[in-house]
């Protein structure tokens, strides 16, 4: 394909395609998208990282726009779009691309429903948006993967920030001259490191992208402008944040296969690598019950990337828990948990699961692919059984149903908002298409009371 022109005729697509012409089912599983990121969000609002957002922020925040979701405090959109990003990113609970590990909601969805509050936009415009900006940051990131991800940068961060351009910019009615500009501001701002795993600017990233990205899409509207080419350009993104890059990946079947169908949603509060070995051990504490207290080794084999990514030995915060394989097979196998309480400070600590932790030993494989691993259990007498996992529950072959998100959002958001005001968001969720202003969205996730108090 051309190296020319990449960035316009991606802009031009954005533009100009039909909302008609995007399939059911796509829409369909955009809906589930949103229901997801909205529990994650709402499921992240309370923790830690979240307020210290907040506490940074609140000084220097412009007018009251937009809801934090789960909480009440209004903020500007651009503000709002980082902080509900950041929510919806912190519990590290919320949707994968698989093929490039973006987790495409947090960036996109985040500038959107903080715009949605500011400029009353349907449900119908808003699905169109959402699936819009995830298929160009997933497309996006398509082209680059896995070099640029294995050269350090977090992905979500640096595609998400296109992704959401692209969908505030559709949302905003650009033309094709402006959301050009859109995706080179938002070019020129991509950013976020793997060093940061971990911490709190992991999450930081997502919200980061949904507030550049918005303001990306705004500066353009205004008549910013920016490199035609900031895509495809020798300095452009392509070719200085990567070694690789394949504009087919762009452009290639764009508007008939949808990037945005392959979402997948997890079962686990972690890095998605790992979900394999708790989805083992759980299978195995099932099977065992008290026998899991007599366990002498438990020994792990992986792809390289999963160690490369987990590999922490002696996790000491919640945070860090959530890149550990030695700590998820503890608490897979000690507590049977994989949700949001496995991955605690409190848990990062418990005696019981250190001394397991312990006894986990994992080693690289290359021949297992990146979504399996193989387990195996040694007991103090000495017998050894083995559990091996092809895919975890939550991928694209063994999918969570409708059921199953529901039951994850009622979990995460019912312990912040209760369970009165996550049923009646869940239902509004579902309902996305018929709504006539999904700034209603955001203003439900609150508690009446702890709205009035906000406000």
């Known amino acids: 394909m051309s190296e020319t022109d990449i960035t316009r005729k991606l802009a031009a697509w954005v533009v100009n395609f039909p909302a008609d012409g995007i399939p059911q089912s796509v829409r369909e599983e955009g809906v589930r998208t949103l229901f997801n990121w909205m529990g994650c969000a709402v499921g992240g609002a309370r923790h830690e990282t979240v307020d210290c957002a907040l506490a940074g922020i609140m000084p220097f925040a412009g007018r009251s726009q937009a809801t934090v979701l789960g909480r009440g405090e209004r903020l500007d959109v651009l503000n709002t779009a980082l902080v509900n990003g950041i929510s919806s990113h912190v519990l590290d609970y919320d949707d994968t691309h698989l093929k490039t590990i973006i987790h495409p909601a947090g960036p996109v969805a985040s500038a959107l429903l903080a715009a949605a509050e500011y400029q009353p936009v349907s449900g119908q415009d808003f699905l169109t948006a959402l699936l819009i900006g995830v298929e160009v940051e997933c497309r996006i990131g398509n082209s680059v993967?896995?070099?640029?991800?294995?050269?350090?940068?977090?992905?979500?961060?640096?595609?998400?920030?296109?992704?959401?351009?692209?969908?505030?910019?559709?949302?905003?009615?650009?033309?094709?001259?402006?959301?050009?500009?859109?995706?080179?501001?938002?070019?020129?701002?991509?950013?976020?490191?793997?060093?940061?795993?971990?911490?709190?600017?992991?999450?930081?990233?997502?919200?980061?992208?949904?507030?550049?990205?918005?303001?990306?899409?705004?500066?353009?509207?205004?008549?910013?402008?920016?490199?035609?080419?900031?895509?495809?350009?020798?300095?452009?993104?392509?070719?200085?944040?990567?070694?690789?890059?394949?504009?087919?990946?762009?452009?290639?079947?764009?508007?008939?296969?949808?990037?945005?169908?392959?979402?997948?949603?997890?079962?686990?509060?972690?890095?998605?690598?790992?979900?394999?070995?708790?989805?083992?051990?759980?299978?195995?504490?099932?099977?065992?019950?008290?026998?899991?207290?007599?366990?002498?080794?438990?020994?792990?084999?992986?792809?390289?990337?999963?160690?490369?990514?987990?590999?922490?030995?002696?996790?000491?915060?919640?945070?860090?828990?959530k890149f550990s394989i030695y700590h998820a097979a503890a608490c897979g196998l000690l507590r049977g948990d994989g949700s949001p309480t496995a991955f605690t400070d409190e848990a990062a600590n418990a005696p019981e699961l250190v001394a397991l932790r312990r006894k986990v030993s994992a080693t690289s494989d290359t021949s297992i692919h990146e979504a399996s691993v193989v387990i195996e259990v040694e007991f103090e007498d000495g017998r050894r059984i083995e559990r091996v996992i092809e895919r975890a529950i939550g991928s694209r072959e063994r999918p969570l149903s409708n059921q199953q998100l529901e039951a994850k959002f009622a979990h995460q958001a019912g312990l912040v908002v209760g369970a009165e005001t996550t049923q009646s968001l869940m239902e509004m969720c579902w309902r996305l298409p018929e709504l006539a202003d999904v700034g209603a969205l955001a203003r439900a996730s609150v508690p009446a009371g702890r709205r009035d108090a906000a406000e």
């Open 145 to 321: 993967y896995p070099e640029h991800y294995d050269r350090g940068w977090h992905i979500t961060g640096t595609a998400g920030v296109f992704g959401a351009a692209a969908a505030l910019g559709r949302m905003l009615g650009l033309d094709e001259q402006r959301m050009t500009w859109a995706l080179g501001i938002a070019a020129t701002q991509a950013s976020g490191l793997r060093e940061m795993f971990g911490t709190m600017c992991k999450s930081f990233h997502p919200g980061n992208a949904a507030k550049n990205g918005a303001m990306a899409a705004y500066l353009a509207q205004a008549g910013f402008d920016s490199s035609l080419q900031a895509i495809e350009a020798p300095r452009g993104f392509a070719n200085v944040l990567s070694t690789r890059h394949d504009y087919n990946e762009i452009l290639g079947g764009l508007g008939e296969v949808w990037e945005a169908a392959l979402n997948s949603y997890k079962p686990f509060a972690c890095g998605v690598v790992i979900h394999p070995t708790i989805d083992g051990c759980q299978q195995l504490r099932e099977e065992l019950g008290s026998e899991v207290e007599r366990i002498a080794a438990v020994r792990l084999r992986a792809h390289p990337l999963v160690l490369e990514l987990t590999g922490k030995r002696e996790p000491q915060t919640g945070l860090e828990t």
